[in-house]
């Protein structure tokens, strides 16, 4: 079986999920090509975002000390 499409297909349902999700039902019933693209242009954005706090978030974090390590 080959698996290689099943990423790509995940990641594609997550997207339209998040879309139902956050986006109005009337902008995304508008089929006009314009407003196809804004969706897909604030999605995008939603997602540079949400990497960017991660990102940020993670540069930040600091080591957890266990007990072991705080008696040291």
Not at 1 to 15: I, K, N, T
Not at 28 to 48: I, T
Not at 54 to 70: I, K, M, T, W
Request: proline fraction near 4%; charge should be negative; aromatic fraction near 6%.
């Amino acid at each position: 079986m080959d698996c290689r499409l099943v990423g790509h297909f995940e990641r594609s349902w997550e997207r339209q999920e998040e879309a139902r999700r956050i986006l109005p039902a009337r902008w995304l019933a508008d089929e006009r090509p314009a407003a196809q693209q804004l969706n897909e242009l604030f999605l995008d954005l939603l997602e540079r975002a949400r990497l960017r706090v991660n990102d940020e978030r993670d540069a930040f974090a600091l080591p957890r000390l266990g007990v072991v390590d705080a008696r040291d």
